[in-house]
């Protein structure tokens, strides 16, 4: 058979068994597999982090201006950073229905 | 029959094409295909037609299981969904104005509020210029969108976990692509670095579109894409190198395979350099074993190694040029040159030129119908084109090689070699332009 030699035509069957067995068992692996549930690691992704911020980056959120940014650093600065997300309320010119619109972009680390 | 791999790989090369012509379930081939394997493995007496259609059946099962995707697969996702996905980015991220593009090896996402282990490859299209870089864990939030490409809005969706995690080598290797780009910027202009890159490193992404186009017409463009030509560079040096350093002879060709590999990942491993360098390995390892390689079963091999692990790989353009223009300077260019040694006396720089020109032929012969097919182009200027582009382009590449050593050793020199590279690439276009502008060069259609 294509002038091989017995253990030449060995490895070749045992490299197209071993492949075809191989691609049979990838298979059932892709088809079958449970899916494998991990501990959320996305919560904070895409939230600004009150604490280390800049001004252009605060400026990114719904209702805040050069103004209220600057406020907010200044808040942050004098109180020490920020404890809460809550927190931010205190700043003056943040009311209740602006603190509502930016809340689910903020986080505290 | 003494090419076994050239009979195996047509026959699995027939299978992929069949399952993609004809939609067959995995089971209706994988369950005969162990129904011959377990027959051939009883009747110890192989018959050579069971062991085709064996390879005919591996090539459609292949195809079919490629296209399979898992079941927490990414692409499994809704398309136009929110998503959160941790990855590692695979390349060197592309800067295009203020955009970033890079692709990301999927290992978990999080839909809602679950979140998984995951799978595949995204193209992440992030708007900004972070400083990610091969290896680099992220934490990206984006939308998913057609042809696994996932938007990222801004930096701010964007978190690294770790560095340095990826393959070794690979990471060495990018590393090294990364200083030689950086070196060639240096000693030259943009125009010629760039086309220096393409033809050194395989970085074809800063060409300008007018020197590609030129290329095209001129049916020359081969030249700006690594290929067996620059491996057969590496490997004549290192060997050169070991030779000269008296290093034993298999050590010497170890060293060597070692090396193509390398530059396999440093060109970011495009099809036309692993099949130069599954060729090369192939050849150094015959003369390793003390076997004569052969040219037919070294290309049969590549282009397995390559459909095996990517089946798709079979209908792609680049994936067919590269082994047709091969096989036909194989095939065509000694019959041409016994043809012609009829009429015509070969010696010194005469028998250069007319082996040249065969080759030349031989290439265009075999890629003229595909380049036709796929590009509507067909241009009768390619076979005296390359005969002055080929020596040039040697040349470059050549100059592109040294440039990125020398100025290492000595950097003072660096500019010697820059402006004859410059020189170079300067008479390269003109030719090419001059050419292009032939009437009848180049037929449209």
Same mark, same amino acid.
């Given at each position: 058979m294509f002038s091989l030699t017995r253990q030449e035509r060995q490895v070749i069957l045992f490299l197209m068994a071993t492949a075809l067995f191989g691609t049979g068992i990838d298979f059932l692996v892709k088809r079958y597999s449970p899916e494998r549930r991990i501990p959320s690691f996305g919560q904070n992704i895409g939230r600004i982090n009150l604490n280390t911020a800049g001004p252009e980056l605060l400026e990114?959120?719904?209702?805040?201006g050069q103004k209220l940014a600057s406020r907010i650093i200044e808040y942050r600065d004098q109180s020490g950073g920020f404890d809460s997300v809550e927190e931010l309320k205190q700043v003056k010119g943040i009311t209740v229905y602006r603190f509502e619109k930016i809340k689910d972009s903020l986080c505290i680390k | 029959m003494t090419r076994p791999l050239v009979v195996l790989t047509i026959a699995f090369c027939s299978g992929i094409i069949f399952s993609r012509l004809c939609q067959v379930p995995f089971w209706a081939i994988f369950l005969p295909n162990a129904f011959i394997l377990a027959l051939i493995l009883i009747s110890r007496k192989t018959m050579r037609a069971l062991l085709i259609i064996l390879a005919f059946g591996l090539g459609a099962i292949f195809r079919v299981n490629a296209y399979? !995707?898992?079941?927490?697969?990414? !692409? +499994?996702s809704k398309l136009k969904s929110h998503l959160v996905v941790k990855g590692i980015v695979e390349d060197i991220p592309q800067i295009r104005g203020n955009r970033t593009i890079f692709p990301l090896k999927v290992e978990a996402i999080e839909a809602g509020n679950t979140a998984r282990r995951s799978c595949g490859t995204l193209r992440i299209f992030l708007n900004g210029r972070p400083d990610f870089s091969y290896g680099d864990e992220l934490i990206l939030k984006g939308r998913l969108e057609k042809a696994a490409v996932m938007r990222v809005r801004s930096l701010s969706d964007v978190t690294r976990?770790? +560095?340095?995690?990826?393959?070794f080598l690979k990471r060495v290797a990018l590393w090294a692509r990364r200083e030689s780009g950086i070196r060639m910027q240096r000693y030259t202009s943009s125009l010629t670095s760039a086309v220096l890159s393409a033809m050194v490193l395989g970085e074809k992404r800063n060409i300008p579109w007018f020197v590609n186009n030129l290329m095209v017409r001129t049916g020359t463009v081969h030249i700006l894409v690594v290929s067996g030509f620059n491996v057969g560079i590496v490997s004549f040096t290192v060997l050169l190198i070991l030779k000269l350093l008296r290093v034993r002879r298999d050590t010497r060709f170890i060293i060597t395979i070692s090396c193509l590999i390398f530059y396999c990942l440093l060109t970011g491993a495009s099809t036309p350099v692993v099949r130069a360098t599954i060729m090369a390995v192939f050849f150094l390892s015959g003369y390793l074993i003390r076997r004569e390689p052969d040219i037919y079963n070294s290309l049969s091999m590549a282009a397995l190694f390559i459909l095996v692990f990517n089946p798709g790989q079979l209908f792609d353009i680049g994936f067919q040029l590269s082994f047709v223009s091969v096989l036909a300077i194989v095939c065509l260019y000694p019959a041409l040159s016994k043809l012609i040694a009829k009429y015509f006396f070969k010696k010194g720089w005469v028998k250069f030129l007319i082996d040249s020109l065969l080759i030349s032929l031989s290439a265009w012969l075999g890629t003229c119908a595909f380049i036709a097919y796929y590009f509507r182009i067909f241009s009768p200027v390619t076979v005296l084109a390359n005969l002055f582009v080929v020596p040039l382009a040697t040349l470059i590449t050549l100059c592109g090689f040294s440039l990125v050593l020398i100025s290492l050793i000595c950097p003072a020199l660096g500019f010697a070699f820059g402006s004859s590279a410059e020189a170079l690439v300067f008479i390269l276009l003109r030719i090419n332009a001059s050419l292009a502008d032939l009437p009848g060069a180049c037929l449209k259609f």
């Open positions: 990114e959120l719904p209702g805040i | 399979n !995707l898992a079941e927490s697969h990414v !692409l +499994r976990v770790s +560095r340095n995690k990826g393959f």
